[in-house]
Nanobody, 129 residues
Framework: QVQLVESGGNLVQPGGSLGLSCAVSGSTLSYYAIAWFRQAPGKDREGVSC????????FYADSVKGRFTISRDNAKNTVYLLMNSLKPEDTGVYYC??????????????????????WGQGTQVTVSL
């Protein structure tokens, strides 16, 4: 299993921007699809975005499409999530997760929690005035 550590969470006003980072260690990042999830209080954890290991493809939940951008720097073993035009409903704990299948591609069910076996501890994002 790889180890993941998220950072960058903060309090931000509606309409603002925030960037999150997910530092990955323990293996070669390009071997893994990495996804971002979030969990709001009292709600299930939901998939936000997924990044393929090496071919540059990425996928997004409809709720964030056009506002969020996932990217990665395999040389730095880091995956990023840039969040623009933030809304109060984007509030939650954001987690990154690694898919254990070493083909490095986001599955068709990338948004399902059970596709991942390695998780970070999460970072809090609060969108509020």
């Amino acid at each position: 299993q790889v180890q993941l550590v998220e950072s960058g969470g903060n309090l931000v006003q509606p309409g603002g921007s925030l960037g999150l980072s997910c530092a990955v260690s323990g293996s070669t990042l390009s071997y893994y699809a990495i996804a971002w999830f979030r969990q709001a209080p009292g709600k299930d954890r939901e998939g936000v975005s997924c990044s393929d290991g090496s071919d540059g493809n990425s996928f997004y939940a409809d709720s964030v499409k056009g506002r969020f951008t996932i990217s990665r720097d395999n040389a730095k073993n880091t995956v990023y999530l840039l969040m623009n035009s933030l809304k109060p409903e984007d509030t939650g704990v954001y987690y990154c997760a690694a898919d254990p299948l070493l083909v490095g591609l986001c599955r068709s069910g990338w948004h399902r929690q059970d596709a991942y076996d390695s998780w970070g501890q999460g970072t809090q994002v609060t969108v509020s005035l």
